[in-house]
């Protein structure tokens, strides 16, 4: 099995600045796509940016500019570094990765974090 934990997120001003990380732990054989999806309250789940294994990046028209997807692959880890925030990043953001594991890796899993409050005061 594959476990995403979650950490960063909190409260934070308008024009304030926060890090989420994702780290994958378990039975790992590569992970090829990452990303940061959000939720708001009464809204659909939305993505926020993306990465894949050949550092291909992709990010939500409203973020771009302001957001910033990484990855370590060393550590199973990808980042989402989110400057100049607005009360409209308020979410619960989610992480995401598709994973081939060492005991089956001819299937590729997505797996999810359990999300992490990002809360965002004007």
Known sequence: ???????????????????LSCAASGSI???????????????QRELVASITSASSTNYLDSVKGRFTISRDNAKNTVYLQMNNLQPE???????????????????TYQ???????VTVSS
Request: overall charge positive; hydrophobic content about 35%.
């Open 29 to 43: 054989f590569s992970i090829n796509y990452m990303g940061w999806y959000r939720q708001a309250p009464g809204k």
């Open 89 to 107: 990043d308020t979410a619960v953001y989610y992480c995401t990765m598709t994973v081939k594991t060492i005991v089956a890796p001819q299937i």
């Open 111 to 117: 797996y999810w974090g359990q999300g992490t409050q």
């Open 1 to 19: 099995q594959v476990q995403l934990v979650e950490s960063g997120g909190g409260l934070v001003q308008a024009g304030g600045s926060l890090r």
